[in-house]
C-alpha cells in the first residue's frame, strides 16, 4: 500500500506485517519471531502439526515457518528491478543465490543486494541453538531502482555489525538514544557505502535508513533532510507514545504516535522526538522519489508492463542462470562464525573477528 504526504505530520497508520512505503522504496516488513530451541538439524524441536508448510504465517507460539518445510524461512526465489536491504537485529539467516555466492550473517548485520537484471536467492533462519531459544527479528526494505539501473548485473554488499555506525545521544535530562546508520548520514557519520548502482549511492537520492532505540523518557533532535523534495516515514514499532514537534521555538504543530503506529513526516524542518516511560524502538526510512512509472507483479518491478511480461519470460527461460544448489533451501549447518562468500570467490568475514 502506498500513501502520500499531505501535512508536516500526516496520513498516520497502524503497522501490520508490511509497513505501508513512499517512493522511492517499495516495501518494507518486520520480523519478529521467538523460535524454540533447534532441533539438531536447524529446525524448530516442536511439533509443526497444525501450520501451512510452505506458507505459515501464522504467528502460531510466537513464531512462523514462512515458506519453509522444515528450516523457517524463504526458500529460493527470484527478483528483478530493485534491491533488498535485510538488517537483522538478532539471529541468523543464511543466504544463497543463482551466482554461486553464500552467507551467514545477523546478530546486528545489514545484507544490502541489487536484484539488477535478475537474481534466485534463498534466506532461511538457522536454530542453531538446541538448548535456549533461537529469537530472529529483522526488517527488510525494499528499495527501487532507476530505471537506467534495472538491468543492471546483481550483486551484493555486507554491512557487518562491527562496521556498522551507531549516533548515540544523552539529552538534558540524562536518557539515551541509539540510532544504527543503516543507510544515508547522520551528525556527520556517514554509513557503509551501498552497492554501486543503488539510488543511495547518488547524493541527489539523499536515502537514510535510520533504526532508534529511545530510552524512557528520552528525547532527541532528528535534523532536516539535505534535500527539499525528499520524504520521510516513520514507524513506531515498539515501545511507548512518541510525541513529535518542529524544534523551532514558537512552531504549534505537533502529534502524537502511539507504538505500533506510523505516519509521514516532514523532512524540510528539524522535529523533536520525545519518548514516554516505556521507551521507544523506531525505524524512519528518507528518500527523494525517483518521480518514475512503476510495474510491479510479486518479485519484478520495472517502469512498463511491457518490461515486466519481459521479465516473467526471461526468468521462464534463463531461470536468472540457475540454482546451483542441491536443494531449495540451502544453509550452513551448525558452525557460528558469520561470513560471506562472493560470486567471484571471495570470502569475507567481520573485521573484527578477522583481526
Known sequence: MAITDDGPIAQQFPLGPQWPVMDPF????????????????????????????????????????YHGSRVPGFPQHPHRGFETITHVRCGLVDHADSMGAT?????????WMTAGSGIQHSEMFPLVDEAADNPLEMFQIW????????????????????????????????ATTEITVIAGR??????????????????????AVWHLEMGNNAGWELPAAHGPDTRRVLYL??????????SASGASIAG????????????????????????ASIVILQGRPLGEPVAQRGP??????????????????????????PGPDPHHGNRSERFAIHADGNEEIPTSVAG
Open 237 to 246: 514499532y515498539g515501545g511507548s507514545t512518541v510525541s513529535i514537534a518542529p
Open 186 to 207: 547522520l551528525d556527520g557519520v556517514h554509513a557503509s557505502s551501498p552497492p554501486p548502482n543503488s539510488w543511495a549511492s547518488r547524493p541527489e537520492g539523499d536515502v
Open 143 to 174: 528499495l527501487n531502482l532507476p530505471a537506467a539501473d534495472k538491468m543492471v548485473d546483481p550483486y551484493f554488499t555486507m554491512m557487518w555489525r562491527e562496521t556498522t555506525p551507531v549516533v548515540t545521544t544523552i539529552d538534558g535530562q540524562g
Open 300 to 325: 519484478f518491478v520495472m517502469n512498463t508492463q511491457e518490461q515486466l511480461m519481459q521479465a516473467f519470460e526471461d526468468y521462464r527461460t534463463t531461470e536468472f542462470g540457475g540454482w546451483p544448489w
Open 103 to 111: 552467507a551467514r550473517f545477523g546478530q546486528g548485520d545489514t545484507q
Open 26 to 65: 517499495l516495501f518494507a516488513a518486520h520480523h519478529h519471531d521467538d523460535y524454540p530451541p533447534g532441533d539438531g538439524q536447524l529446525a524448530p524441536a516442536r511439533s509443526l502439526v497444525g501450520r501451512q508448510i510452505g506458507s505459515d504465517f501464522s504467528g502460531r507460539d510466537g513464531w512462523s515457518m
Open 256 to 279: 502524537v504516535l502511539s507504538a505500533g503506529t506510523g505516519a509521514v513526516i516532514d523532512a524540510r524542518q528539524p522535529l523533536t522526538l520525545q519518548a514516554e516511560s516505556g521507551g
